[in-house]
């Protein structure tokens, strides 16, 4: 078994990770470096990347490689754990280099994909597959067949798997991105009985999810953020001022808690943003979306100004949802936070930021630069109504004890980030450079 670690070893984005058995090679994630993208978009805003620009910026995997190594031509399959951007965003721009290569997801993820195609007026000729959590499906290779089971999990978006590749040199587990939440405020808590199951059959290698791996605990369930979400809107229930709320646009269950909540101060809320109109119609089109009904999205720019001129008339009837808690340059908390709207900011009015700041330089300077300008407006900032989607030490912990691979690889994070999960191996009886592995991009592992 020979892994090929593409991406997402040395920052957090770009996760790509190839595994080679004899003559075939299955990917895991095509994802992109947003940090690099929200760079440029500082300098000149509403860019239309090709392919070569992302390589150029350094925004998507450096999988070249892999024709370096002779394995482009062997790819069998493409498989997306899950409709995050770092993990599924790359893929448009790559997919044509593996033409033969099934493209697998769970329907939310194959829903985003499909606009993100459509956004950037891509083609994809692929064949692709729609795979639902806890299933199980067979790739025809040339040198032996394969099974892969999809196992559902919990995360910080709709329909997340964990991915075991079933080879003749034994099972390939992929875990990127997880958290063990047992309380998840939309969907089911992780299949343990499963992960029990493959763990008693026997792990080879396991690439797991190490980004928050020196955080001694375990990542609170997403029910906590709801009550974090409540706890702030009652607190600010008696205002006359505009009330916006921002997060994360894939982050569904979050966003459900937003409206539950928004409905008892008896507000009209409106989705405004692109991103948000993308992810929230993909949880729609899989019947996942269970605020619906209670919702107006907006997409367009002029439709956008329009309606941001009737909410500055109206301005404590409404809650507005937007895009932008990371300060990305362009996003509609951006605009209006610069006076690029009809909306206007004063004093008084409310911004929830039901989210935490992406632990990479850029977003960190670029969501200090926002909230600066909007504590200048006398606006009261609400931050870190947020859990992460992200497992801590001690979710990771559980996982491999409950897995038992031979071999542990961390991955999502730089050197200082996965360091701290090989020290947890350690404490579990791996030996580093034999049994627990720090990899780097481009990299090629043989067990």
Known sequence: MEICTVGGYEQVGKNMTAVKIGEDVFIFDAGLYLPAIVEIQEQEKNIKFTEKD???????????????????E?????????????H???????????????????PFTMHVFDSLTKDENITIKNPKKIIMPDSVHYIKGKSSNYKIEFIHTTHSTLQCVFAALHTNEGIFFYALDFKFDNFPVIGDPPRYKKLGELGRKGIKALV?????????????????????????????????????????????????????????????????????????????????????????????????NSFLSKIERNRREYLVVCTGHQGEPGSVLDRI???????????????????????????????????????????????????????????????????????????????????????????????????????????????
């Open 54 to 72: 992302l390589r150029r910026i350094g925004a998507i995997p450096d999988d070249l490689i892999l024709d370096k190594l002779g394995w482009r």
């Open 74 to 86: 062997k790819v069998r399959a493409i498989i997306i754990g899950h409709a995050h951007l770092d």
């Open 88 to 106: 599924v965003g790359a893929l448009p721009f790559i997919a044509y280099r593996y033409p033969n290569a099934i493209i697998m997801a769970t």
């Open 208 to 304: 797991i999810d190490a980004l928050y791996s020196g955080t001694h605990r375990k990542t609170p369930s997403e029910r906590i953020a709801r009550y974090l979400v409540e706890e702030t809107f009652n607190s600010i229930k008696n205002t006359n001022g505009l009330i916006i709320a921002t997060t994360f646009s894939s982050h569904i269950a979050r966003l459900k808690s937003i409206v539950d909540f928004g409905k008892r101060l008896n507000r009209k809320i409106i989705f405004v943003g692109r991103s948000l109109e993308k992810y929230v119609s993909a949880a729609i089109k899989t019947n996942l979306c269970p605020f619906k009904k209670d919702i107006k999205m907006i997409k367009f720019r002029k439709q956008v």
């Open 337 to 447: 936070s610069r006076d690029e709207t009809p909306l206007k900011l004063r004093e008084g009015d409310h911004v929830v930021f039901c989210s935490s700041v992406i632990p990479d330089p850029v977003n960190i300077n670029a969501r200090d630069k926002l909230d600066k300008r909007l504590r200048k407006k006398g606006v009261r900032l609400h931050t870190d109504i947020h859990v992460s989607g992200h497992g801590s030490r001690e979710d990771m912990r559980d996982l491999i004890k409950i897995l038992k691979p031979k071999h542990v690889i961390p991955a999502h994070g730089s050197l200082q980030q996965e360091a701290p999960l090989i020290e947890l191996a350690s404490e579990l009886g791996y030996k580093f450079g034999e049994t627990s592995h720090l990899s780097s991009n481009g990299k090629v592992l043989k067990i």
